[in-house]
């Protein structure tokens, strides 16, 4: 694409082509064909930009939700000194006419995540593990501290303050979220 740029160019620039035996061309017409091909070069430059710009958008954009669930609130808390282990919270939204039922979850920042209830019966608190989370049509499914929430296993330290998390569900959908690591729940 450059050399289509040089080309177009050098065809406004009002002197002959170097090959020609013509005269050479003055300085008035030598600066007018490096305002051209600066000109050219920097619409071409400003296209790739904008079209990179787009293809970012696109990317970032790719995996916090999908059309199908809505993710709002992820948070992980702050593991304890030494402890690779914590729990995470999120709050889906099923935006479809049909329960979405989660089957599993995974991240390439975390070793083993399980969906868990906490409960106390008799006094003595205790936390179930599940095998899967329904997050009913049309409706709101919120994993909260002291209810429904994720346990992280094996918690690789990470440079930025998070972890993606994928989901994966029945009829083959998966989508991603981002989880904001905190030492509490955000407000």
Known sequence: SGLKILVSAVQFCPWPPLFSNSKLPSNYDLCRCNTVLVRSLLIEKSFRCLVASIFIVLLTSCG?????????????????PSKTTSAAYVQFKNHTNEAITLTSADSETIGAIEFHKSETVDGRHRMIKLDKLEIPAKDTLKLEPGGLHLMLFRIKEVEEDRHVIDFHAEGDLTFQATFEILDDAPE
């Open 64 to 80: 916090q939700s999908s059309k199908e669930v809505s993710v709002d609130g992820a948070w992980v808390r702050t593991p304890l």
